[in-house]
T-cell receptor
């Protein structure tokens, strides 16, 4: 079965550079979520989108922005990168139509290293 | 505010032993979902189970079983006859419930329990 696809798998950037992470949800899933997991930490919710509109916002820095496109894929844009942004970034997707069988599926994550 | 506490930071067992991972949660919501995820060394988060707060029936899936006790706000996870491949970080998580019954994807995770199963 198709899963949540994230790209790139690994990304290395310098301080103050920008980065774009992409997420392709499971087909027919209309909701995407972004999480940040620092080393040895639990995942922290950043932001979510439902039907291309922002649905919820967590501890996302102002330097970050995200959007969901018409094909439901999502991109997380990160500017003025800082060393502390080094983390594993997860995208997850779900379908708002399948409450009974809903499972929140995560992608494999993008490992961002800021040098 | 929601909070999830996993009492054990690390657990080490020998293969074939049974192991229980504890999870205690706090929420003001009357309806909520509880989850368990597995994060193997490769890093991905693998969905294991979602439990509705209205359903206190325990669940068994192969060697995995879950004990949900609303009275003590606990959702413990037991692996029977553990195997080396069970070595991973296990996260318990909590979310609210939307009007339509789906979960908010804004999960509150516990700090995780590192399980190491030795051969």
């Amino acid at each position: 079965a198709a899963g949540v696809i994230q790209s790139p798998r690994h990304l290395i950037k310098e301080k103050r550079e920008t980065a774009t992470l992409k997420c392709y949800p499971i087909p027919r899933h209309d909701t995407v979520y972004w999480y940040q997991q620092g080393p040895g930490q639990d995942p922290q919710f950043l932001i979510s989108f439902y039907e291309k509109m922002q649905s919820d916002k967590g501890s996302i820095p102002d330097r970050f922005s995200a959007q969901q496109f018409s094909d439901y894929h999502s991109e997380l844009n990160m500017s003025s990168l800082e060393l502390g942004d080094s983390a594993l970034y997860f995208c997850a997707s779900s379908s708002g139509q399948e409450a009974r069988n809903e499972k929140l599926f995560f992608g494999s994550g993008t490992q961002l290293s800021v040098l | 505010a929601q909070k999830v506490t996993q009492a054990q930071t690390e657990i080490s067992v020998v293969e074939k032993e049974d192991v229980t991972l504890d999870c205690v949660y706090e929420t003001r919501d009357t309806t909520y979902y509880l989850f368990w995820y597995k994060q193997p060394p490769s890093g991905e988060l693998v969905f294991l189970i979602r439990r509705n707060s209205f359903d206190e029936q325990n669940e068994i899936s192969g060697r995995y079983s879950w004990n949900f006790q609303k009275s003590t706000s606990s959702f413990n996870f037991t692996i029977t006859a553990s195997q080396v491949v069970d070595s991973a970080v296990y996260f318990c998580a909590l979310s609210g419930v939307r009007a339509g019954g789906t979960s908010y994807g804004k999960l509150t995770f516990g700090q995780g329990t590192i399980l190491t199963v030795h051969p």
